[in-house]
């Protein structure tokens, strides 16, 4: 068995060390970090640290660790602000507009084509038929009864 015996009371904080002091988190170092961002916010840490003459990793810890910057966000080109696809996207816009165009003509077109053929059949039926017939026609028509019950009424 091996005894341990204390002679005296000894500290449990580190012994100084040799070699050369940590300079990098000075004061001075992170405000030069800090106003260099301040100044351009798109500057990436590699530059900074080339510009400031200091190891990337310091600079990448004086942002993120003694000044707490974050990345806010990142804006990523969409396909829609992309020339080619807002151009496709022009293009499928108005083949729309053309179609709709195209419909609605066809529509009033037809709706016209209507109205004469139903003239000329009124005008047809007018001219063969005799004119008592066209009048026991027209009495007993729809749009005649329902303004004579109209008149009836007031």
């Keep these: ?56 990793s310091t600079v990448h810890e004086k942002v993120h660790d003694t000044l707490k910057y974050r990345k806010v966000s990142s804006r990523k080109s969409t396909d829609l602000q992309t020339p080619k696809v807002n151009r496709k996207v022009v293009v499928v816009v108005i083949a729309v507009v053309v179609v709709v ?27 063969i038929l005799s004119p008592s017939l066209f009048t026991v026609l027209f009495l007993f028509s729809p749009i005649f009864l329902s303004s004579q019950s109209n008149s009836a009424l007031t």
Excluded: C, Q
């Design 1 to 56: 068995m091996v005894y341990l015996v204390w002679r005296r009371p000894k500290s449990l904080d580190d012994e100084p060390k040799s070699g050369r002091p940590k300079t990098s988190t000075n004061v001075e170092n992170t405000t030069r970090v800090d106003e260099l961002i301040k100044f351009d916010r798109r500057m990436k840490i590699r530059e900074t640290a080339f510009k400031l003459k200091s190891p990337k």
């Design 101 to 127: 165009v195209v419909v609605v003509v066809v529509v009033v077109v037809v709706v016209v084509v209507v109205v004469v053929v139903v003239a000329a059949a009124a005008i047809v039926v007018k001219h």
